[in-house]
């Protein structure tokens, strides 16, 4: 069932930032545009191309009031080591849903597998669910088209298809 249009759940989760264990919950993002993806697991084959690319993007998301986080349902200890041996430094954290929690919430719980499905949610500065895509977890996602989604939903206006900044809208 789709969220879009309700408030975000919230979340309450132990991650890794810059080296460093800490929590975070979606309070910490009150005010701002945030955008959520989850992502099977650590150490595997597509996730670390995304999660290079939303790190070398998050410059562009952060000019636009927008932050990232990147949750799965390993530990915050497979995290930080994958970090540290694989993915190097990383502009957002990553959150550990170890209990499936916020993947229950959100609706994007793999469970025969017991990993989260290939999703992304764009939550507004009220807090509400604007956006969300969740695919199989065979195909990467486009971190450019999400940070398009997310300028197209800042204006407040009508975006016809292919949007792009500084182009006219519909209204």
Same mark, same amino acid.
């Given at each position: 069932?789709?969220? #879009?249009?309700?408030?975000?759940?919230?979340?309450? &989760?132990?991650?890794?930032?810059?080296?460093? @264990?800490?929590?975070?919950? &979606?309070g910490?993002?009150?005010?701002?545009?945030l955008?959520? %993806? @989850?992502? !099977?697991?650590?150490?595997? @084959?597509?996730? !670390?191309t995304? #999660?290079?690319?939303?790190?070398?993007?998050?410059?562009?998301?952060?000019e #636009?009031?927008?932050?990232?986080v990147?949750?799965?349902?390993?530990?915050k200890?497979?995290?930080?080591?994958? #970090?540290?041996?694989e993915?190097?430094?990383?502009?957002?954290? &990553?959150?550990?849903?170890?209990?499936?929690?916020?993947?229950?919430a959100?609706?994007? &719980?793999?469970e025969?597998?017991?990993?989260?499905?290939?999703?992304? %949610?764009?939550?507004?500065?009220?807090?509400?669910?604007?956006?969300?895509?969740i695919?199989?977890?065979?195909?990467?996602?486009?971190?450019t088209?999400?940070?398009?989604?997310?300028?197209?939903?800042?204006?407040?206006?009508?975006? !016809?298809v292919?949007?792009?900044?500084?182009?006219?809208?519909?209204?």
């Amino acid at each position: 069932m789709s969220l #879009i249009g309700k408030q975000a759940p919230d979340f309450k &989760l132990e991650g890794v930032y810059k080296a460093k @264990f800490d929590n975070f919950d &979606l309070g910490d993002y009150k005010g701002k545009w945030l955008v959520i %993806f @989850f992502y !099977p697991l650590d150490f595997t @084959f597509i996730c !670390p191309t995304e #999660i290079k690319e939303f790190s070398k993007q998050a410059d562009e998301f952060k000019e #636009i009031d927008c932050e990232i986080v990147g949750v799965s349902t390993d530990s915050k200890n497979s995290h930080k080591k994958w #970090i540290e041996t694989e993915l190097g430094e990383l502009n957002f954290p &990553l959150l550990a849903d170890l209990k499936k929690e916020m993947c229950l919430a959100y609706d994007c &719980l793999k469970e025969d597998e017991g990993v989260a499905f290939r999703a992304t %949610f764009i939550i507004d500065s009220k807090g509400v669910i604007r956006h969300e895509t969740i695919s199989d977890n065979d195909v990467g996602r486009s971190v450019t088209e999400t940070l398009r989604v997310v300028k197209a939903l800042q204006t407040g206006k009508l975006c !016809p298809v292919e949007w792009k900044e500084g182009e006219k809208t519909l209204n």
